[in-house]
Every structure is written in C-alpha cells, then in structure tokens.
C-alpha cells in the first residue's frame, strides 16, 4: 500500500562528556498505511530513539545531523515547533514504556482525556461522552465512573489501556509505540498486544511498534527492521524474515527465542559481547565483533543493504559472497 510514514537516511547524535555519540546512522524505514512495522533490537539499539525523533520528541543535547522524516509527504524536520505540536495532537499520537509518562497525577482521568480535545468544538458533555466511549473500547469497565478517578487509582496495565484511548481519541493516521507492554506482566502484554491489533483493524492508523521482543513484534506486526547498535541490519514482512533470516545478529535473535512466533519467553537475549562504542564508531561491519561469520571484508568495509527476497534486505557481506560479487 501507499507509504504513510518515510524515515530516510536519518542519523542523530547525542552530545555527552566523551564526545558525540553516533546513536543514529543512515536509518530509513518505511510505514506503509495501514499496516503494523515492528522495531525490534536490544537495549541501546537506537529504536526508541528513532520513535522519539519521529514525533520531534528529543532531549536538549540530541542532534539530527541528516535525514528525512516524511508523514504524508512532509518533512517533519523542517516544522516549527508549533506546526509540530499541530501533528502530534491530531496526525501522530505515542505511547510510552510507563504510562505515568503521558498521564497526569493530579487531574483525574476524565479531566485529562477532556482537556486532549480542546480542538475539537463540542460540548464538554460531548467530550466527556467520547472520552467514556474510549475508555470502554480499551475494555475498561464501567468508564463513566472511572473517568472520576486518578491514575494512581488504576493497575499498570489499565494505565496503559488508558493511555492508549488518550492517543486514540485524536484518531491518528500514525502510531508510536515505545515498548508499551515492557513493564508489564505476561497476560497483560498479550492483552494490550490484541487490543493494539483490534484498535488499528478498527481505525485503519498504522503503527510503529518499538520492542526488545521478537515473539511479541511476530505476533502483532506485519513487517520487521531489526537495528543493531544505530543501524537497520535487516528488513522484511515478519514471515519473510522469520523463516530466512538474513543478518547473523536477527539469527541470533532468533535462536536465543526458541519458542519463536509460538512461545513468549520473557527475557532478553543474551548474545555473547557487547554493543560497540558509539562516539569511537568502529570501521567495516558493526556486528564484527559479535558475528560468528566475521571474515577480512567485515573487518574494513560497512556491508550495504543486499536483498534477501522481495521486499527483504540485510546489511550483510554474506549475502554478496554467496552471489560471488567479490569486491
Ligand atoms: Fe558478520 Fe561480516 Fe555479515 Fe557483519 S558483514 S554480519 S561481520 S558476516
Ligand atoms: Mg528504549
């Protein structure tokens, strides 16, 4: 389908005591409308990053240093912080690890899922009305009275349901979801991974889904990039890239997920190494010093994206070998 969302070439540093860290480089990643993009990486991979420079939500000593983030056709980049205010209320709506970080401690529920809808010219009756309405589709019982009570009056998970009818009520065309279902419990997560599922069947938006989980990103998202220490390893729909994957690193992914798309093990995978150092961004291929397959060519020069199957690209020096492009 049409793209809705074209992150290209998009590269962002951080400023720290050591020196500009390279938390971001050369990242593109394309949204089709309607569909679901898993992000998927450990800890330090830059894929919450890549969701908080979408939506043009950065700390003071971030800088994009290149790229282009397109909604709609439009560079998000080049917005004034005004115009960009405009998108986040009304075309792109995020959802954050912990709920508390978009709710707000001394307004009740219904308060705050009123004052959301300042643009809209209804009635407050109106508002409240679609607030409960919202709150009901997120399957939080009896909403007209629960929208008299505070966040800390509501369990981790329906915070996080009611943070999800927050950025619903604006109906966006986009999604963001930073690891909404991290702090929480088995059952929860697989709750808020079908309501996630029912929500966009529902409204059409698509969604940008940034998780540390492969079983959770195989069981709701259409496609996958996997990123490795600022960079997008791999790309593919979630069946293509589950059944053949193409990098070392989602290999590993996979193998230290042994239940893969069926069993859901709670825990991060351990792969033997550490993430490089991002303000001393090392020569050749960012994986070398974790990769099995490692040979002289990763040792000196980045791999590029090579295709894998259709619509499917890893950034693997492997992939040109077994075609015999020798450099
Ligand atoms: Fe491993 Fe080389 Fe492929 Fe990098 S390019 S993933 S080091 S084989
Ligand atoms: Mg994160």
New binding site residues.
């Given amino acids: 389908g049409a793209v809705l969302l074209e992150v290209r070439g998009l590269s962002l540093d951080f400023g720290s005591s050591r020196g500009r860290v390279r938390a971001l480089r050369d990242v593109s990643v394309s949204v089709p409308r309607g569909r679901i993009v898993g992000v998927v990486g450990e800890s330090g991979c830059g894929k919450s990053t890549l969701a908080f420079a979408i939506i043009r939500l950065l700390a003071e000593n971030a800088m994009i240093t290149a790229g282009e983030v397109r909604l709609e056709g439009r560079d998000l980049l080049t917005l004034t912080p005004r115009q960009m205010r405009d998108i986040r209320g009304r075309r792109v709506s995020m959802i954050f690890q912990d709920p508390m970080t978009s709710l707000n401690r001394v307004l009740s529920v219904g308060q705050h899922m009123i004052d959301i809808q300042y643009r809209d010219k209804i009635s407050q009756a109106d508002k409240r009305r679609r607030a409960a309405e919202a709150l009901t589709r997120v399957g939080i019982a009896d909403a007209e009275s629960r929208l008299r009570d505070f966040p800390h009056q509501f369990s981790g998970g329906m915070r996080q349901r009611i943070c999800i009818a927050m950025a619903l009520l604006v109906e966006p065309a986009l999604l963001l979801a930073d690891e909404p279902t991290t702090a929480l419990d088995a059952t929860m997560e697989v709750q808020i991974v079908g309501l996630l599922k029912a929500l966009q069947g529902e409204l059409g938006c698509s969604i940008l889904f940034v998780s540390h989980h492969l079983g959770t990103v195989a069981e709701l998202c259409d496609d996958v990039v996997v990123m490795y220490a600022g960079e997008v ?1 791999e790309r593919g729909s979630v069946r293509d890239i589950f059944k053949r994957p193409g ?3 989602t290999q590993a992914l996979l193998e230290c997920d042994p239940g893969r798309i069926h069993e859901k093990t709670r825990h991060l995978p351990t792969i033997p190494g550490s993430l490089p150092d991002l303000v001393e961004v090392p020569q ?12 002289e ?3 000196r ?1 980045r ?1 590029p994206h090579y295709p894998v199957a259709e619509g499917h690209t ?6 040109d070998e077994t075609r015999g492009n020798h450099s």
């Avoid at 890893?314 to 992939?319: E, Q, R």
């Fill in positions: 390893v990098h070392p690193y050749g291929c960012i994986f070398k010093d974790r990769c099995p397959h490692a040979f060519r990763c040792q020069e791999p890893a950034s693997c020096h492997l992939l």
